[in-house]
């Protein structure tokens, strides 16, 4: 039987190969067609014709949505709100959040993963086939994603918004709060993270190293693609 540190290191090697892989098949020609099909508009208001996409000048929850309009070929204004600007946008908006996908004929909806879902179904449609099988694969998918963004939305906002918590930051120094950070992360590294990506990966093997629900691209893998990035990106 492998001894916790075994059992642990085989975890992360796995984590490594699954996210290679996604980033790797994925990401490549998604950001291509993304360059291709969106033009960017930071802080303008994008032109009427075209779908429009409006989020901060980050990846975060649109990431998926832009890359899913671009592989599904729709062309649309990414617009980018700059952060001065959104207390005086956010009270005219329908929820007071982002993002917005706005429609050439004025259809206005919120919720990233509804737009998601709708940006795959458009095009030719294999990005959310409309087999219910399928959809089912692609859905489970995405939960599974859900679940390591879930998993990780403590440690984030930990560091945010720690009074979210039950923690009141008026008695807490920088060293206390740094300290709390780092001991919620390296749980979340140690303990949450290769659990989760363990379970992509299988997904991923099961499909002989193709994508996370068969041989073809789906939203589920632009949805892996742009999570497993935010981590790579170190924060």
Not at 29 to 51: N, T
Not at 112 to 117: F, H, K, V
Not at 137 to 144: N, S, T
Not at 181 to 188: C, D, M, Q
Request: net charge neutral; aromatic share 8%; proline share 4%.
């Amino acid at each position: 039987m492998a001894d916790g540190s075994s059992t642990s290191k085989q975890n992360t090697q796995l984590a490594l190969i699954a996210a290679s892989l996604l980033i790797g098949f994925v990401g490549g020609s998604a950001l291509d067609k993304f360059r291709s099909s969106s033009k960017s508009l930071v802080g303008g208001g994008g032109g009427g014709s075209k779908v429009k996409l409006q989020y901060f000048d980050i990846a975060g929850r649109a990431e998926p949505v832009r890359l899913a309009l671009a592989v599904a070929g729709i062309p649309f204004d990414d617009v980018r709100i700059v952060y001065k600007e959104w207390a005086t946008i956010k009270p005219t908006t329908k929820y007071g959040q982002l993002p917005i996908l706005t429609l050439p004929d004025g259809t206005v909806f919120s919720q990233s993963e509804a737009m998601l879902r709708w940006a795959g179904s458009e095009g030719d449609g294999s990005l959310y086939p409309s087999d219910p099988m399928m959809r089912f694969k692609v859905d489970e998918a995405i939960g599974m994603i859900n679940d390591l963004d879930k998993a990780w939305m403590p440690a984030l906002y930990m560091g945010m918004r720690p009074a979210l918590f039950g923690h009141d930051v008026d008695k807490m120094d920088d060293k206390a709060k740094s300290e709390l950070v780092k001991n919620i992360r390296e749980t979340f590294l140690k303990e949450k993270l290769p659990t989760h990506m363990k379970h992509l990966g299988s997904l991923l093997f099961e499909n002989k190293g193709h994508f996370l629900c068969g041989n073809q691209l789906t939203i589920a893998d632009l949805l892996g693609y742009a999570t497993l990035a935010y981590f790579q990106k170190g924060v």
